[in-house]
């Protein structure tokens, strides 16, 4: 059974809470444990805290009472580029330098960045941002995985790296500023424990983007055409860095819409995981803001 965090629908004051979700049941059980608190500890010790919650809890939340909110509250979130032919191929179509994509994708270290705070995450049916000053965007679609601060995988999520591809294509050192920026990361639905998905290395990915109702283009593709391990990603992301409280990595997308398509605000894309979920998200366009002088 997965992992969520909500928010109580009916709720005074807003405030988010750990949940398992039993889904037979359509109900949420509150925990009292934190993501981050979890995350600290080792993967048996994490287990048998979530159990014996559940087992003491003697409140339940319905799902349709609940608002889903992106599975982190204190992780980064870390991604990895070109781990898939088809993004290498993008990224060489956009870029005017694109040769060195071409080396990423066969180099030994992967292409490895920051890309967003858990404040800056959006969860389902939440909205997912493009910039006002690009006039290329697309979503990318990715399996997310949730890493505890020892080096362990801890769960899968879905995840949606929105990003700017006219900013980055215009010069590689401005990958920041295509990847980077308020509500650019949608997680969610929930987070999978990793016993409940059979194999991380063949999910199904599947991408759906509507426009005025109507599917404007979708696509499928599926994890075991990535190029490089979870476990080498995993292993690179840790090599110089820890994270106490754990986080998350995104592992690539290897859907990527056409050279001629862009996200439009109103947009919905829908991203389904097998085994995962389905995570809906609608798009907003930042407005242009003005530092204070």
Known sequence: MPLCYYQPREAAHAYQVLGWIDIENDQIIPLDSSLADLLEMRSQQRIEQINDEVAASSTTVP???AHLLPPVDEQEVWAAGVTYERSRDA???ESRTDDIYDRVYDAVRPEVFF???AY???GP????AIRHDSDWNVPEPELAVIIDGHGEVAGYTIGNDVSSRSIEGENPLYLPQAKIYTASCALGPWLMLPHELADPSNVAIRMNIERGGEV???GETSTSRMHRSVADLVDCLFAALEFPVGVVL???TGLVPPAEFTLQPHDVVQIELEGIGTLTNHVR???KRTAAR
């Open 63 to 65: 799902v349709r009472d």
């Open 91 to 93: 990224r060489m179509e």
């Open 115 to 117: 890309k967003a705070p």
């Open 120 to 122: 800056r995450c959006v």
């Open 125 to 128: 049916w939440d909205q997912v």
């Open 216 to 218: 404007v283009w979708s």
């Open 250 to 252: 995104l592992t690539g």
């Open 285 to 287: 366009q930042l407005p």
